[in-house]
């Protein structure tokens, strides 16, 4: 694939945001899980803390979130994997669903 980006870089199946791993910040586990999320109607879904071993965090409409869960389940934690082959892992508790807050605010401190 990078020797075609590199003969044409408008090669869409060649671009690098295309390849798995192509920054060496990522993993496969990590890439398939997003490209779940993506087909399942997420507005976006990146990578985060590949550092600490990373997660994927997903932006969503709140009346897919349920819907994007279960093919999460369904479709990543419910089969083997190279890192858990013997058995499924339980996807309530990888998941975990977060709203966004307000946005930046002073804090006004009381002063004696």
């Given amino acids: 694939m990078i020797e075609r980006l590199e003969k044409d870089g408008n090669d869409r199946d060649a671009q690098l945001a295309r390849q798995p791993g ?14 779940i ?4 109607s997420a507005v976006g879904a990146s990578l985060t803390g590949a550092g600490m ?9 709140l009346e897919n979130i349920d819907k994007l869960k279960e093919a999460v389940a369904r479709e990543y934690y419910a089969v083997p994997h190279a890192h ?8 309530t508790k990888h998941i975990h669903v977060t709203f966004p807050i ?8 009381k002063q004696e």
């Avoid at 307000?102 to 401190?109: D, E, I, R, S, Y």
């Fill in 22 to 35: 192509a920054f060496s910040g990522s993993i496969t586990e990590l890439d398939e899980i997003q490209s």
């Fill in 37 to 40: 999320l993506m087909h399942h």
């Fill in 84 to 91: 858990f082959p013997s058995s499924p892992l339980d996807a």
């Fill in 53 to 61: 071993g990373g997660a994927v965090v997903c932006f969503a409409a």
């Fill in 102 to 109: 307000a946005g930046v605010g002073f804090v006004v401190l």
